[in-house]
């Protein structure tokens, strides 16, 4: 009886895989169970196309076409890895500055990373070893999927390649190190912010994707709905006062404030910003990178400002109680402060400065509305499912139920990479100061009574903001309740 090739043997002759990749795929089967032409495909060693040829021809069937990303892994994995371990054994570079060899086939695996990672909309991109192999992973919509997975030889190149690219000092790997470049593939300028970090069996690289082209200000289409826009202009037409953004990193507050700010930004106001790091440069304000080793922290840039006869100041982040006094008295003395906390709702932010040292009479004075938001996942317009949710269902999640109710649920597709969702919006709860919440913090009151009296008095709640969008059907009724830590 003839022996049948498994089809790893047919991919290695037809010079689609290399051994050492079939290897890696199989250590990976290990651990999943999954199909071994489906690990190959995920870690990118393969294209789905190729697979496909591959299988009809054993079977005698025609090709089926599909519309399938390829992955453009370089097929010389083998000689990479040889070409740049021996041009790192050669190399003694002084410190600090990169040797003078030829790293190029690294070079294109780096940038075809970075290219990948660009067309898949990732806003971060996460190289490091793993357990027989480095693995690369993209961060698409808030949660991080596979990448490539590569051999474990060529993260040394792959390092000092980034590296090299971020200006940092090649010759160190024993402690952190940040640096940054620009990226520039077809009409993009990616401004890209790179960060090492010493683990076993090497460094973890995590690249930061900013691309100032894709930036969308406007509260209108970052989700806001147009009765809480309303709500903000008339905070954003105030002489005076402070408008704090919270919630937890990453939940897009920096692009909120940058659409409030360019709201109110015109030649007759003077705006100054002192942020850590300026995210996107924006037009007539003067923006200010915080510089702690040159002296330039939060309290120092915002004390030096108060001297630039301001009317508009953003504070990035209040991180300190100096930070967070200088910014309470700028709001006392006639100007607008924008900042930003990390806070899990609007109602816990007052607690929060007064947990600080800030004195709740100074608060109450000067805070004049609370923004608190997350970014949820967006369905997939080519593959979400309709649905129809049970009476019980709707009762449980406080939902009036009129007429014929649809709701939408993650089916996933070739388009979405078989998540189900693409793209992200935001979804918040926007808290206006009254008497009562003034009275309130004067004695200290807690974020659970703070939060029932802003609800009595008409604030909406991110929850009640995100059934909305559910209802709308623009995400899943699972999406909100999973960013809302609440439970049917």
């Known amino acids: 009886m003839q022996h049948r090739k498994r089809i790893g043997e047919r991919l290695i002759e037809a010079g689609l895989i290399t051994e050492e990749q079939l290897r890696i795929a199989l250590e990976e089967q290990k651990k999943t169970g999954e199909l071994i032409g489906a690990i190959l495909f995920s870690l990118g060693f393969v294209s789905q196309k190729d697979l496909f040829t591959l299988l009809s021809m054993s079977r005698g069937g ?20 040889k070409q740049s371990t021996a041009a790192l054994r050669i190399a003694e570079p002084e410190p600090g500055k990169a040797a003078d060899v030829s790293l190029a086939p690294v070079v294109r695996l780096i940038d075809r990373v970075i290219v990948t990672g660009i067309k898949k909309g990732a806003t971060d991109i996460h190289i490091g070893p793993d357990t027989g192999g480095t693995r690369v992973r993209y ?6 999927q596979h990448g490539m997975y590569l051999p474990k030889d060529i993260l040394p190149a792959i390092v000092s390649r980034v590296k090299i690219m971020g200006n940092m000092n090649i010759a160190e790997n024993r402690i952190p190190q940040d640096g940054g470049t620009i990226f520039v593939w077809e009409d993009k300028n990616l401004d890209i912010r790179i960060s090492t970090f010493p683990v076993i069996a090497g460094e973890n690289i995590v690249m930061r994707m900013l691309d100032k082209s894709q930036l969308l200000l406007g509260l209108e289409n970052l989700g806001f709905l147009r009765e809480d826009i309303e709500i903000l202009n008339n905070s954003l037409s105030m002489p005076y006062g402070m408008i704090l953004v919270t919630g ?10 940058y659409s409030a700010l360019s709201i109110i930004n015109s030649v007759y106001k003077n705006i100054f910003t002192v942020e850590d790091p300026i995210e996107y440069h924006l037009p007539l304000i003067r923006q ?26 953003l504070v990035g982040e209040m991180r300190d109680l100096e930070t967070a006094e200088l910014a309470i008295r700028a709001s006392l003395t006639g100007h607008l402060v924008f ?7 609007a109602a816990s932010s007052l607690p929060r400065l007064m947990d600080m040292g800030i004195e709740p009479f100074l608060i109450a004075s000067t805070v004049d509305t609370i923004v608190s938001q997350r970014l949820i996942r967006l369905l997939c317009s080519s593959c979400k499912e309709p649905y129809s949710p049970t009476p019980e269902l709707t009762e449980r999640i406080g939902c009036e139920r009129t007429g ?33 919440l003034r009275k309130l913090v004067l004695v200290r009151s807690g974020s659970d009574v703070l939060a ?10 991110m929850y009640d903001n995100g059934l909305k969008k559910v209802i709308s ?16």
Do not use: W
């Open 452 to 461: 029932d009296n802003a609800r009595k008095i008409g604030m909406k709640s």
């Open 404 to 436: 014929d109710l649809v709701f939408f649920r993650a089916k996933g597709c070739q388009e979405c990479s078989d998540t189900g969702y693409r793209g992200r919006t935001v979804i918040y709860e926007i808290m206006k100061m009254s008497e009562s």
């Open 473 to 488: 059907g623009i995400t899943s009724l699972e999406e909100v309740a999973s960013s809302t830590r609440t439970v049917f």
């Open 62 to 81: 025609e090709q089926r076409k599909e519309a399938v990303e390829e992955f453009d892994l370089p097929k010389d994995m083998e000689a990479i890895v």
């Open 248 to 257: 937890p990193t990453g939940s897009g507050k920096t692009t909120t404030l």
């Open 139 to 144: 961060r698409i919509d808030g949660l991080l």
């Open 339 to 345: 900042s930003t906390l990390h806070t899990n709702n």
């Open 288 to 313: 200010s990178q915080v510089n702690v080793k040159a002296g330039l922290t939060f309290a120092a840039g915002l004390r030096s400002i108060l001297r630039q006869d301001p009317d508009v100041i």
